[in-house]
């Protein structure tokens, strides 16, 4: 496993993440989560990303449980704050009152005393940034946290946070966007302003919930079991990538991974890593084979003409556009 700074910060992390979006607390057991932790920390995964609001707060308790006994200061844990995580008003955003007491009930349910990067999950047009950054900075005076970061803030969001989280003497060093070979919309505007202020990426769902390993393939139906089919696992979420248009795009990559001595996943997750500005590829799993494939994808280089291959095979299907980068008009 090799290691990157999280943007311009000191703080290191495995270039492959663990994350547990939609499967810990929700698609699998516990018993075939704490094997994927463990399949990951057995590979050389120190990185680990969470959010409150995953599978109703149960994803953290999950997650606490199966870091259990490790040894601390080894690992960099992740969460996020943002989505409802209760049925009151309050219960959501990015309130002070919302972060102050979303971050005490994250590290309960962590079974933690800080988190190593507390991040904003999405923008919050109802509540001041101000507002916003002042209780981050408190909370990592506090030392309940040590980093700051966002998730999904535009360019122009991301450079107004980072302007106040400079006057308030934290760090604000990570954005956390969607990024794949068929997800290209940070390109643009967001990792060009991120480069400037010393921001790094650490990037969710690098092979495309799946779509980019290659197993679902045009005019077929879902293989059983596979995220496609499960309504607990993001069916709506994938929905949109399943066109016969994109699959078929897809399965130009099974020759070029072939040719690179990888597996189709390993491909899509080495890709989003030859950005330099990403700090880290979240990959997740309900069984440690697959945790122990994606890894493999730690310190592959590929050249410039398979680059220009893959480039060529998924133009047509790509998504560019930076204004795809949104957050929740109103409070979710």
Request: charged share 25%; net charge negative; hydrophobic share 40%.
């Amino acid at each position: 496993m090799e290691f990157r700074h999280l943007g311009r910060s000191g703080l290191l992390v495995s270039e492959i993440a663990y994350g547990n979006w939609i499967t810990h607390g929700s698609q699998v057991e516990e018993e075939a989560a704490d094997a994927c932790v463990k399949a990951a920390l057995d590979v050389g995964i120190t990185t680990f990303d969470t959010a409150d609001a995953y599978a109703g707060t149960r994803a953290e308790e999950v997650l606490g449980r199966a870091l259990k006994g490790e040894r601390r200061e080894g690992l960099e844990i992740f969460t996020k704050v943002f989505w409802p995580t209760g049925p009151g008003p309050n219960d959501r955003s990015l309130s002070r009152k919302h972060l102050m007491e979303s971050i005490n009930g994250s590290l309960r349910r962590l079974q933690l005393d800080y988190v190593d990067l507390y991040q904003a999950h999405r923008y919050d047009y109802s509540t001041p940034l101000e507002e916003t950054m002042q209780a981050f900075a408190d909370i990592v005076h506090s030392g309940k946290a040590l980093y700051i970061g966002v998730s999904e803030w535009s360019a122009t969001e991301i450079r107004a946070g980072w302007e106040l989280a400079q006057d308030l003497k934290i760090q604000l060093v990570s954005n956390q966007p969607q990024y794949s070979a068929l997800w290209r919309v940070i390109e643009a505007e967001v990792v060009p302003t991120s480069i400037e202020l010393g921001i790094g990426q650490v990037v969710w769902s690098p092979i495309a919930q799946g779509v980019l390993t290659g197993k679902y393939e045009p005019g077929k139906q879902p293989p059983a079991g596979s995220r496609a089919t499960d309504d607990k696992s993001g069916a709506d979420f994938i929905s949109r990538l399943l066109s016969d248009e994109v699959l078929t795009a897809v399965q130009q990559l099974k020759p070029l991974a072939e040719q690179a001595g990888l597996s189709m996943a390993q491909l899509a997750v080495a890709w989003v890593l030859q950005n330099s500005n990403v700090s880290a590829a979240i990959i997740g799993a309900s069984r440690p084979e697959q945790v122990r494939d994606n890894a493999k994808a730690s310190g592959v280089k590929l050249d410039d003409d398979l680059m220009a291959a893959i480039d060529k095979a998924l133009f047509p299907v790509a998504e560019r556009d930076p204004a795809k980068t949104v957050s929740p008009a109103q409070r979710p």
